[in-house]
């Protein structure tokens, strides 16, 4: 009874709808009831805003990050496959053909002109034009060696 009281407003014996009956009054990202705030008001923050047009501005975002994740994770399994064969060296072409797609990674190295280190999560390898070299797994001990020597030079 008392929820019913609130929610309708009485005037000159008139029922009213509650206003939080109408959807403008709600905001369009959260849902938080916008109470008795101007009219057009769509958001109750700006951060709600911003959320609301990023999303629609970047509709595929999720699916895209999700399709990445998949490559990178099918070329880790390409990569961990080969290290436990005893397979450290193989020639690009023939990774191709396993699935490995070189365009994708988590960091990149240039050492030199011809020398470029790549990692995917825990894995490394070189690329040379035409082969991919000391392919490697990095221990978390070494990743952590890595981040801090990283850390270190800025
Ligand atoms: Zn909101």
């Known amino acids: 009874m008392l929820g019913i009281a609130r929610g309708f407003v009485h005037f000159c014996g008139m029922p009213y709808f509650p206003l939080y009956d109408n959807a403008s009054f709600y905001c369009l990202e959260c849902g938080t009831p916008l109470g008795y705030g101007r009219h057009d008001r769509k958001f109750c923050s700006a951060a709600c805003k911003n959320r609301y047009h990023n999303a629609r501005r970047y509709p595929g975002l999720d699916k895209t990050v999700a399709r990445v994740l998949r490559i990178l994770e099918s070329n880790r399994e390409v990569l961990s496959k080969l290290v436990r064969m005893g397979i450290h060296d193989i020639d690009r072409l023939t990774l ?59």
């Not at 960091?107 to 040379?128: A, G, I, K, M, P």
């Not at 990743?143 to 850390?151: D, L, Y």
Request: a positive charge; one cysteine or more.
């Open 96 to 154: 191709q053909h396993l699935g490995f797609r070189a365009e994708y990674s988590t960091s990149f190295r240039l050492v030199s002109r011809r020398h470029q280190v790549y990692t995917c999560f825990d894995y490394t390898y070189e690329l040379t034009p035409s082969r991919v070299r000391h392919i490697s797994w990095i221990s978390p001990e070494e990743e952590a060696q890595r981040e801090g020597a990283g850390k270190k030079k800025k």
